[in-house]
């Protein structure tokens, strides 16, 4: 019942920021709470991300705490991460999901639909 595409990866260099998109259809967008993923050559897929259902309450790992930042717009069905400070472990193919879940949920396993992702690369 939902789809997302994402946009905005491309190649950064080191200590840069850039800005992914994810635009997602579907009758109740603002039912799900949100995240982004990401995952690199030969690791398992890692949490980035969260934000609820009305944007009021974030949630980020560690590796991205101070750097990345979530925010949707339930109005443009738009969910965005601001990422700064840029190195080259964040290079990943990032992936937005969503999930009927509460917003302490960061196990893949849990989010419902998927976008098809987007590479991030970052040239150090």
């Known amino acids: 019942q939902v789809q997302a595409v994402e946009s905005g990866g491309g190649l950064v260099q080191a200590g840069g920021s850039l800005r992914l998109s994810c635009a997602a259809s579907g009758r109740t967008f603002s039912s799900y709470v949100l995240a982004w993923f990401r995952q690199a050559p030969g690791k398992e897929r890692e949490f980035v991300a969260g934000?609820?259902?009305?944007?009021?309450?974030?949630n980020y790992a560690d590796s991205v705490k101070g750097r990345f930042t979530i925010s949707r717009d339930n109005a443009k069905n738009m969910v965005y991460l601001q990422m700064s400070s840029l190195n080259d472990e964040d290079t990943a193919v990032y992936s937005c999901a969503a999930t009927l879940d509460g917003i302490n949920v960061s196990d893949p396993r849990r989010f419902r639909f998927w976008g098809q992702g987007t590479q991030v690369t970052v040239s150090s």
């Open positions: 934000i609820s259902r009305r944007g009021g309450y974030t």
